[in-house]
């Protein structure tokens, strides 16, 4: 690779060419949600009622240990309660049944109970989960790439 100083005029670093392509994807990602949103009538931005809308969905989605849940299920593919609580260091076993019903309720978990002595639960993303965990990827990567990459 080039160094600075012996790269030829207008050659892009790798970290430009990454920083290009998100901002493309981006905008590609951009266009998709106006073209979805006036598709079904949605109102994304613009309105105080869609800021309030929007911050509704993420703070229930989104909100604390939910992230993380989504994740370690996406990550392990199966996962038991035992091994949440020993992932996700500081989270109550109340805070994480409640945070798991209500992820279920959403219709991002599943629920299977594994008929044994005694019956063990294993939680698996629902195809919706797995859209979520999929479509949250590209930010991941952006946010890793962006927090080590020098400007």
Do not use: C, H
Request: hydrophobic share 35%; net charge positive; aromatic share 8%.
């Amino acid at each position: 690779m080039y160094q600075d100083a012996e790269r030829p005029p207008g050659a892009a670093t790798s970290s430009e060419k990454i920083e290009r392509r998100f901002t493309e994807f981006g905008e590609a990602a951009s266009e998709f949600v106006r073209t979805v949103s006036a598709e079904e009538g949605i109102t994304y931005r613009g309105e105080a009622s869609a800021v309030k809308d929007n911050l509704d969905v993420m703070k229930k989605v989104f909100g604390k240990w939910s992230i993380e849940i989504i994740l370690s299920t996406y990550s392990m593919e199966s996962v038991g309660f035992g091994d949440l609580r020993r992932l996700l260091k500081g989270i109550s076993s109340r805070v994480l049944s409640k945070k798991l019903k209500d992820l279920e309720e959403l219709g991002f978990l599943e629920r299977n109970v594994i008929e044994s002595k005694p019956p063990k639960v294993r939680y698996t993303l629902s195809k919706k989960g797995e859209l979520l965990a999929k479509l949250g990827e590209p930010v991941i990567l952006y946010l890793r790439n962006s927090m080590t990459s020098p400007d």
